[in-house]
């Protein structure tokens, strides 16, 4: 499978270096004074400075949370999840919901979580409980 390239906005390249780098452990890649590249499990994002970006807040209700309609995020295993969970639980981070289980004895049974970075884009990191369910219908 190809790595993604997803480039997002940001308000603070340094906050943005803090939390990719720091909280979630991206290595960082290439930069410049308006951008930089993290490595996402493989894949490339990039944070692009737009100082006066605003928070993006439409929601959606998925399985009784509001969950942001603009976000992106990572499919981890169990064990990932978890010490994600814990790490981003010890370093006092916000969530948007809580790492909890959704769809439960369904199709697509998974774990999730949203976070939000610094600049305000929402994250989503799941763990699925059988991973062929990845993309399963009702």
């Given at each position: 499978m190809n790595p993604f390239h997803l480039a997002f906005p940001v308000h603070d390249l340094a906050a943005a270096r803090s939390f990719y780098g720091d909280v979630l452990g991206?290595?960082?890649?290439?930069?410049?004074?308006?951008?930089?590249?993290?490595n996402f499990a493989?894949?490339?994002?990039?944070?692009?400075?737009?100082?006066?970006m605003a928070?993006?807040?439409?929601?959606?209700?998925?399985?009784?949370?509001?969950v942001?309609?603009?976000h992106f995020g990572?499919?981890?295993?169990?064990?990932g999840f978890e010490a994600l969970a814990t790490r981003l639980t010890?370093?006092?981070?916000t969530f948007i919901i809580e790492p909890r289980t959704r769809f439960a004895g369904e199709p697509g049974e998974q774990r999730t979580m949203f976070v939000r970075d610094?600049?305000?884009?929402?994250?989503?990191?799941?763990?699925?409980?059988?991973?062929?369910q990845i993309f399963a219908k009702d």
């Open positions: 991206c290595e960082e890649g290439r930069s410049s004074a308006c951008w930089v590249d993290f493989g894949h490339q994002i990039v944070a692009h400075l737009d100082p006066g928070a993006k807040g439409a929601t959606n209700t998925v399985d009784g949370d509001d942001p309609i603009f990572m499919i981890l295993d169990f064990d010890e370093m006092d981070a610094p600049s305000g884009n929402a994250l989503e990191f799941k763990a699925f409980a059988d991973k062929r």
